[in-house]
């Protein structure tokens, strides 16, 4: 398509690797180009290119995306749109045939997720001209880790993203865009230069704009809040977003006057306010009174946006009670990694067949408890406890048998090393230093801590399962959950 395409696709996969690595490690996102010649029938040569040319995918499976982008039309008669100058229509109905050929090549790459059984879901840019080509930029991401952080209900789009995550790839897809226009017209200007955490902050404002229904500002003044002290205290209340007079919203007191939310340190001193369910309640431009959100039995009750200033420079955005973004230092960050129920019974269930529905009840108290460790700590559960805290006498400190209970984990949990129990919850070793052979699977961005454990799970004699809590916040089970 153009002499530097290789350069541009490797330039714009490290740039996603940096920005979603930030996010989540388990994303994996892959970048690649599609190329769509303006003035080519599908079946001509070089019709469509793809970069790299050696990926998975061959032009003829996009040799139907101008057909499939034409069938896209709506039936019946189109809204007519008026412009007052020829070029402004000419732009307005390139932008109409771009915006079908990006679904267009969406649905074709989703058809072929589906065939091939991968477990990717796909995003594309608008296209691009370029040297006679439609260039779309490609970003694939792991279907399930990214499905498996909660979105909004509803319609989405660019300017209604559903998640932090979805915005994040909004921002990528038009930096993208964005840096293939400039390539075309300006060899020697940097690509795709732009500081990952400034997209993550981009993601972070366009992401609350769908928070505030389009109202400016609501990021940015969250960020200030949190910046503030009151009398030497950090800045620790709710705020409940939602519009005046909400009937899920039980008004405790109402401001004559309305403070605008930029006002930053009346805001921080009325956040005192807010205690158990009582909140500040602000429509995203003024905080304009005290109340709570009824209970969820309650006929009025509405899932609304609730902002948590949790301390110094940190604050918090839920819906619905699930955590959707955390915000620290004015850069935003997915909610950490955290252990399902669910997903946590099924792997007990395949890795200890024999586990009634009391003992992984058990085993998931324990869990969760591990789990709310600050410093981080590895739970290792085996069929074999027994005998391995005895192989590895020297490297832990064996316990008499006793069954293991949530207030004494957290006791032994505040030592290095992990804690070795069987299926039943019996504990026989504590502060192990556990070993295992080396493994293809380690993750050199991870810690010693995940590695470790990772590399015993890999070469234990016996079923065994590790839930593993990192000092980052990080909590991963292994072997991870098959799906």
Same mark, same amino acid.
């Given at each position: 398509m ?6 541009? $696709?490797?330039?714009a ?9 930030l996010l ?7 970048v ?13 040569p070089?019709?469509?290119?793809l970069?790299p040319?050696?990926h998975r995918y061959?032009p003829?499976?996009?040799?139907k ?11 019946g ?7 007052l100058?020829?070029l402004?229509?000419?732009r307005?109905?390139?932008?109409r ?6 679904r ?8 072929l997720v589906?065939?091939?059984g991968?477990?990717?879901v796909?995003?594309c ?6 040297n ?11 279907a399930?880790?990214?499905h498996?952080?909660y979105?909004l209900p509803?319609?989405t ?5 559903a ?6 790839v909004?921002e ?5 865009? $964005?840096?293939?226009?400039?390539s075309?017209?300006?060899?020697? $200007?940097p690509?795709?230069d ?5 997209v993550?902050r ?15 500002g ?14 030497g ?7 409940l977003?939602? $519009?005046?007079?909400h009937p899920?919203?039980?008004?405790v007191?109402?401001?004559e006057t309305?403070?605008?939310l930029?006002?930053?340190r ?6 005192e ?6 909140a ?8 304009f009174g005290l109340g709570y959100l ?5 006929p009025q009750y ?15 955005l839920?819906?619905d009670?699930e955590l959707?973004?955390k ?10 990694g ?8 099924q792997?007990v269930h395949r890795i ?12 998931w ?6 789990t709310?460790?600050p ?19 020297r ?7 006793r069954?293991?209970?949530?207030s004494?984990?957290?006791l ?7 804690v070795?129990i069987?299926?039943?919850g ?8 556990l ?11 991870r ?8 590399r015993?799970?890999?070469?234990s ?5 590790a839930i593993?809590?990192?000092?980052d916040g990080w909590i991963d089970?292994l072997?991870?959950?098959?799906r």
């Open positions: 153009w002499e530097h395409q290789s350069l541009f $696709r490797v330039s996969q490290l740039f996603a690797d940096g920005i979603f690595n989540d490690r388990n994303l994996k996102p892959e690649l180009l599609l190329g769509l010649a303006s003035a080519r029938e599908a079946d001509e070089d019709a469509v290119v970069e040319a050696t061959r003829a499976d996009f040799a995306v101008k057909i499939n982008a034409a069938a896209l039309e709506p039936d008669p189109r809204e007519v749109v008026y412009h100058h020829p402004d229509h000419d307005y109905e390139k932008l045939w771009y915006e079908l050929l990006r267009a090549a969406e649905h074709t790459l989703a058809d589906a065939r091939r991968e477990d990717r796909s995003f840019s608008l296209p691009v001209s370029v006679g080509y439609l260039v779309v930029v490609v970003l694939q991401l792991s399930e880790v990214y498996g952080y979105a509803g319609p789009g660019a300017i209604k993203p998640s932090l995550l979805a915005a994040t909004q990528f897809l038009q930096d993208s865009s $964005r840096a293939l226009r400039e075309d017209t300006d060899e020697d $200007r690509v795709l732009r500081d990952y955490n400034e993550l981009a993601a972070g404002r366009r992401f609350m704009l769908r928070v505030a229904q389009g109202t400016h609501l990021y940015d003044a969250c960020n200030g809040v949190a910046a503030l002290r009151h009398e205290d950090e800045g620790v209340g709710t705020m977003v939602a $519009r005046r007079n899920a919203v039980v008004p007191l109402t401001l309305p403070i605008p930029r006002d930053y009346r805001i921080r001193k009325l956040l306010l807010s205690e158990d369910r009582n500040l309640i602000t429509d995203a431009t003024d905080v009824v209970e969820p039995t309650d509405e899932p609304l946006f609730m902002v948590h200033f949790t301390k110094h420079y940190s604050w918090e839920s819906h009670t959707m973004m915000v620290v230092s004015n850069t935003p960050r997915l909610p950490q955290t252990v399902e129920e669910n997903n946590f019974a792997a200890f067949p024999g586990v009634d529905a009391a003992g992984v009840a058990y085993l108290e324990l869990t969760l408890k591990a709310a460790q410093n981080g700590t590895i739970l290792v559960i085996s069929e074999g406890a027994a005998q391995e805290a005895a192989r590895l006498t490297q832990c400190f064996r316990v008499a048998p069954l293991m209970t949530p004494v984990l957290r032994v949990t505040n030592i290095d090393g992990a070795l069987d299926p039943a019996t504990c026989y070793g504590i502060g192990a230093i070993d295992g052979l080396a493994t293809a699977k380690g993750d050199s961005s810690g010693s801590r995940y590695n470790s454990a990772l015993y799970v890999e070469s004699r016996y079923a065994c399962l593993v809590v990192s000092e089970l072997p991870p959950v098959r």
